[in-house]
């Protein structure tokens, strides 16, 4: 059992009923194939995969592979602590009718506070401001996009995704001071 119940909002069941009530499984299979997209094993692989792509091809571009790498680790991580905290009923564990409109259930019943999902996204978003800024739109719409398809699978209340994307934004930028600082031999080699 967990130290703290989480209650929805009106709000949060206000739009889950919204989406119960009005999607098709379509919609619903859309957003399962979408949602991969911010789930932490693919994350973090991507992540070892850039990392090890620097090392061998772009030694310029390793201090940024180190801090998504490590940003990366630290939000897989992260979500699980804070669920072993919180208990949260997952929308979809709520509804019948919109199982019968193509809800699918999701993780564990109890498991809804902080989206993990979002927790990756929002570290996304936030690190996305090491790009040029046709890139940052990008990724910063990609990562909205696909914490919401957690709202839509009904997987997560909507508090959940915005608490989980602004605590991935945090998580990142407390990071950056470690992850993309120079050195200070680097320091001391450039004066």
Do not use: C
């Not at 792509?53 to 897989?76: F, N």
């Not at 929308?91 to 993780?107: A, E, K, V």
């Not at 401001?129 to 909507?158: I, Y």
């Amino acid at each position: 059992m967990a130290l703290v119940t989480v209650k929805p909002t009106r709000i949060d069941t206000a739009i889950a009923n919204e989406i119960a009530d009005n999607t098709n499984s379509g919609l619903e299979h859309a957003a399962q194939a979408l949602t991969w997209g911010a789930d932490e094993h693919v994350l973090v692989a991507l992540a070892a995969a850039g990392w090890l792509y620097t090392r061998m091809r772009r030694p310029q571009r390793r201090r940024i592979a180190d801090h998504v790498l490590m940003v990366s680790l630290a939000t897989a991580v992260l979500p699980h602590v804070l669920k072993s905290l919180f208990d949260q009923t997952r929308p979809d564990r709520l509804t019948m009718s919109g199982h019968r409109h193509g809800i699918p259930y999701s993780g564990r019943p109890r498991d809804a506070f902080p989206s993990g999902h979002a927790v990756h996204m929002g570290a996304l978003a936030s690190a996305a401001d090491l790009l040029p800024p046709a890139s940052r739109r990008l990724a910063r719409s990609l990562a909205v996009t696909l914490s919401l398809t957690r709202v839509a699978l009904l997987a997560h209340w909507a508090s959940d995704v915005v608490a989980g994307f602004t605590l991935g934004v945090i998580v990142e930028r407390l990071f950056r001071p470690f992850t993309l600082a120079r050195s200070r031999q680097q320091r001391r080699v450039r004066r």
